[in-house]
């Protein structure tokens, strides 16, 4: 199921109407106000899907250099993060801002995967500002069978 951004950026319906959407987007941001200076600055879009060998993430990460992004695996889990810069190159003060639509900052992103994987297997790579980073399923299985005696 695919998300469509356009229904977080519509305006509110009539006052009175729960949004539960805009209720979540709002209890994101405080708390990340609450965690303090490791808060995300923004959230890249990214794209993760399966075959029936490998996790493919794909993050869209315009103006990052390859210095700038992390990741770390673990047995389920893989998390990306990185910081992009003002496009200014210095720092502007909120309120100095008219209109931000492109995010800059810090972020972390951190995906639960169903399954084990191959830690050293994992590979990214980075084109044209788009992260991809492959991810084999691990080979090994904790499952066996049993002979009842």
């Not at 008219?98 to 639960?112: C, M």
């Amino acid at each position: 199921m695919c998300y469509d951004r356009r229904v977080a950026s519509s305006p509110a319906g009539p006052p009175g109407r729960w949004d539960p959407l805009r209720d979540l987007l709002a209890l994101h941001e405080q708390l990340g106000q609450l965690v303090g200076s490791d808060a995300p600055g923004w959230t890249p879009p990214v794209d993760l899907y399966e075959t029936p060998a490998e996790y493919v993430l794909t993050a869209e990460l315009p103006g990052l250099t390859r210095d700038r992004i992390e990741i770390h695996a673990e047995e389920t889990r893989i998390t990306i993060r990185g910081a992009r810069v003002s496009s200014t190159g210095r720092e502007i003060p909120c309120e100095h801002y008219h209109r931000v639509e492109r995010g800059h900052g810090r972020f972390s992103r951190t995906f639960a995967l169903p399954e084990p994987i191959e830690i050293d297997g994992v590979n990214a790579e980075l084109k044209d500002g788009i992260l991809t980073v492959t991810i084999p399923k691990s080979r090994r299985s904790d499952a066996h069978h049993i002979e009842v005696k």
